[in-house]
């Protein structure tokens, strides 16, 4: 059972893309690979104003990961809390989880040549601390989430 | 090792307050200061560490060899840079006069020192870019009540209606003025948008008036119309402050909701709506005066209209309102020294103070030296010294400005990163990034007012310096080194917090000094004296306009409509970029490489335009053209195009911005001298252009 999520409160969202910025910020990633990303779509106007709704994505840390059984070197692996994360020293970059994640989510880190994911900047959570998305969102939209079992 | 410093980002202008975190010289995390903003910080903060780490900015002085603008430059040493502008400066104030350089900023909270530098030169011809963006809301505000543009702030948070006309607050981005919107809006506050599209912003809002491009001020008049025709305003308040209500009654006759909603192409009965609904949330409802109002003919007379809107709606110093901001005095704390030098009693050569007496002689108008520079009146100016300002980004036509700025001798560009006028300077002063530099200390006003610093977060990676060095180092060659009296910026900033009391330890816990710790409210019925009109009133008619010969309640007049094939060009920004600045900051560049043209969906489907097709757009003349993608939308007025600006830069050391995107400015070709006599801004928004499906779209491919 996964012990976290990152919720998006829409209404507070403005799109600005900074999270995705702070993620990389954080993983020091270059040019290509995002671990996580704001989208919008038009909806229909309310009450005559044209409306948009945001969406946030990273890896849905899924209850049975996929990524984590077709991995060749055991490098990506799900914690107790449910935090699925690569072990960049074992990764070879074969990019196999992207192919088994229904959502393609890993991608190539083109300076190390391997993959890389959303972990829930898990150093910081262990630290007690929030993920950098998080943390850093601009408009407080962001929410780092403890599931409770009800 | 590893450090944790408060700073002040320098990614835009906000300069919102940061931390940082670095370890071993790098910087590892950034975020906004948690005391204030709870973290929270932008995609332009977090990249940061990029312009750091980017080597397509200057690692060095440079030194002209080529021609102006072919980008060829020989690298120097600082004392070598140093020397030669200094003998330049020395041989142009021998023969041409001291008052023949003039110094540009940006402006901002450090422009004391670039102010400083230039008087005791012996030139009164300090600058900035403001005439391309909030002059004509600064010069409203004097002329209505007196204080300039930063004479108020407003109480957002509490408020329970916020008009904005066209200021597309979520995509500038003052994070600290966003969050106050927002959780407005999440205790039940409305917002009204008024724009030519739709915006981040405007999404918001719970009320969205699409005008026609240019009537704004159609809908305000209409608006100020209404309060008084229902007798909603606060009499009280007219009563005691106000001169002119008469007048105002009079002239606004005219101009009612029925009219305006033709004029602005929106419906009557929205705009009766809208007063229906802010007539019970007085005088808790904020008319936003406006930010870079630089736009149509009639801005400055827009932004007055809606500073009295907010005048009749009585909301100056109430809770929900605009309020007068608090400074060191009013804390019973004495207020820090800043680097001072007496403005030489020389006419300035751009006419304000002497030809326009109505505007701010603080930093006059930038546009106006142009004609200086060609005709030599009143006297030749023959240097110009940029400091992180871009006169060829932000004002219009650089092909004229280059026709100036040949009649100088000398070209200065002080800057963290090259720009279109540092490559046609002849020498590049490159300056550290905000993370590679300290600041003065700065005073920021408000209902809470602090004591601010930037502080140096990690260790130059170029041969770059921070600002007071440079400034310290030319006036010591120039024999004007007692005005910077400090060899360290610690001796700068002990001799700053010197009559305070205070010291730098103070900033360490939360990285500002607060100076009191609660809001600081003057009493709403005893606010005589804030108003430093002539009058002392807030004068709906104001002398200094009638004194100019200027109309203070100016008729309305309807803008043009553009020909057929053409369309108005209308700018403006994106929250991951700060115009120009950061195009070329590979993690902002990988969000939004280049800009595309926001058409309307009827209009581009006659022109056969399908969204992400090539479109070609050309100035008014063809004198500069571009290519583009069109981004076709439903919610954006015919007349207009639009797009983000700070693209299409011609600098071939910037390979990711290299000719990425269409330059707004260079396509406003003539209009340079298109500005408003009463406001003193440019009109940016008064080009036409011609828009047309591109021929570099593909049918087919013929090679192999």
Redesign the interface.
């Given at each position: 059972m996964n012990k976290y999520m990152i919720y998006l409160n829409s209404?507070?969202c403005?799109?600005?893309?900074?999270c995705?910025?702070?993620c990389?910020?954080?993983k020091g990633l270059?040019?290509g690979p995002f671990l996580c990303e704001i989208d919008h779509k038009a909806v229909p106007s309310v009450?005559?104003?044209?409306?948009?709704e945001f969406t946030f994505r990273s890896c849905y840390h899924c209850d049975n990961p996929l990524c984590v059984p077709i991995c060749p070197t055991d490098a990506m692996i799900k914690r107790a809390d449910g935090i699925v994360y690569i072990d960049q020293e074992k990764c070879i970059g074969c990019m196999a989880c992207a192919g088994a994640c229904p959502w393609t989510i890993p991608e190539m880190n083109p300076d190390t040549k391997k993959a890389v994911k959303c972990d829930y900047c898990m150093d910081r959570v262990d630290a007690g601390l929030k993920p950098a998305c998080v943390?850093?969102?601009?408009?407080?939209a962001l929410k780092f989430v403890t599931l409770q079992e009800v | 090792m590893k450090k944790s410093i408060y700073s002040m980002c320098g990614m835009c202008t906000v300069r919102c307050p940061i931390r940082v975190e670095s370890e071993d010289n790098k910087v590892t995390?950034?975020?906004?200061n948690q005391h204030l903003l709870?973290?929270?910080?932008?995609?332009?903060?977090?990249?940061g560490?990029?312009l750091v780490a980017d080597k397509e900015r200057p690692q060095q002085p440079l030194i002209r060899v080529g021609d102006r603008g072919a980008g060829r430059w020989k690298k120097v040493s600082w004392d070598t840079a140093l020397d030669y502008i200094a003998d330049k400066l020395k041989k142009i104030k021998e023969e041409h006069g001291p008052e023949s350089v003039v110094l540009s900023s940006r402006g901002g909270p450090w422009q004391n020192m670039y102010k400083t530098f230039i008087h005791a030169f012996g030139s009164p011809n300090y600058t900035n870019h403001d005439c391309t963006c909030g002059r004509n809301t600064h010069h409203a505000s004097l002329s209505l009540n007196g204080v300039g543009r930063k004479g108020f702030v407003y109480d957002i948070k509490n408020a329970k209606h916020l008009v904005l006309f066209g200021r597309n607050m979520?995509?500038s981005?003052r994070?600290a003025e966003?969050?106050q919107t927002?959780d407005m809006?999440?205790n039940g506050g409305k917002l009204t948008y008024v724009d030519v599209r739709?915006t981040?912003?405007?999404?918001?809002?719970?009320?969205?008036f699409q005008v026609r491009p240019g009537t704004d001020y159609a809908l305000i008049l209409a608006m100020i119309h209404e309060i008084i025709k229902r007798d909603a305003y606060d009499h009280d308040f007219i009563e005691q402050y106000v001169s002119g209500f008469d007048e105002l009654s009079n002239f606004i006759e005219q101009y009612t909701p029925a009219w305006a909603a033709t004029e602005c192409g929106i419906k009557e009965k929205?705009i009766h709506a809208f007063i229906d609904e802010i007539i019970p949330a007085m005088p808790k409802v904020i008319f936003h005066p406006g930010w870079n109002l630089s736009r149509y003919k009639d801005s400055f007379y827009a932004s007055r209209g809606l500073h009295i809107l907010n005048v009749l709606m009585g909301n100056i110093e109430q809770k929900g309102g605009l309020i007068i901001p608090k400074g060191p005095g009013d804390c019973g704390v004495k207020g820090i020294r800043s680097l001072d030098c007496a403005k030489p009693d020389i006419k300035r050569a751009d006419g304000v103070g002497w030809k326009y007496k109505h505007f701010d002689k603080g930093p006059g108008l930038a546009h106006l030296f142009f004609d200086a520079m060609e005709k030599e009146e009143p006297y030749p100016v023959k240097a110009w010294i940029t400091m992180r300002h871009d006169p060829f980004s932000g004002m219009p036509d650089p092909q004229r400005q280059k026709a100036s700025f040949d009649h100088c001798d000398l070209l200065v560009a002080i800057d963290t990163h090259y720009g279109e006028f540092s490559w046609y300077a002849d020498v590049i002063l490159p300056e550290s990034t905000y993370l590679e530099r300290e600041s003065t200390i700065c005073v920021q006003k408000g209902l809470k007012p602090r004591l601010a610093v930037r502080r140096k977060a990690v260790e130059p990676e170029a041969d770059t310096k921070p600002a007071w060095w440079i400034f310290k180092e030319l006036a010591k060659r120039l024999d004007i080194a007692e005005h910077f009296p400090y060899n360290t910026i610690e001796e700068l900033w002990d001799w700053q917090l010197e009559p305070t009391g205070f010291s730098m330890k103070d900033f360490d816990e939360k990285g500002f000094i607060s100076l009191t710790d609660d809001p600081i409210m003057y009493d709403p019925k005893n606010l005589e004296g804030q108003f430093a009109t002539p009058s002392g009133k807030i004068e709906i008619i104001s002398k200094k306009l009638t004194d100019a010969g200027l109309p203070s309640l100016k008729e309305y007049e309807s803008p043009l409509k553009p020909e057929k094939g053409m369309f108005r060009l209308v700018y403006g920004r994106s929250?991951?970029h700060s115009h120009g600045h950061t195009t070329n900051n590979?993690?902002?560049?990988?969000?939004m490489p280049e800009n595309s043209l926001w058409i309307n969906t009827k209009v581009a489907n006659k022109l056969g335009i399908a969204n992400g097709d090539l479109v070609d757009i050309a100035a008014e003349n063809a004198s500069y053209t571009g290519t583009m993608n069109a981004h076709v939308v439903?919610?954006i007025h015919p007349e207009a195009v639009y797009m983000v600006h700070g693209f299409g830069k011609h600098i071939p050391l910037q390979t990711r911005s290299y000719h990425a995107g269409v330059s707004d400015q260079k396509l406003m070709v003539g209009k340079l001298d298109d500005w408003d006599q009463a406001g003193g801004a440019i009109n940016l928004c008064e080009s036409f252009v011609h828009v047309r499906r591109s021929v570099r779209n593909l049918k087919r491919r013929v090679e192999l």
């Open positions: 209404k507070r403005i799109g600005c893309h900074g995705e910025v702070h990389k910020a954080v270059p040019v009450k005559g104003v044209p409306k948009t943390t850093k969102c601009t408009t407080h | 995390w950034i975020e906004g709870g973290g929270a910080l932008c995609a332009k903060g977090s990249a560490p990029a979520f995509s981005l994070i966003n969050l927002l809006l999440d739709q981040m912003t405007g999404l918001k809002a719970d009320r969205f929205s929250a991951v590979p993690l902002l560049n990988e969000l439903d919610y």
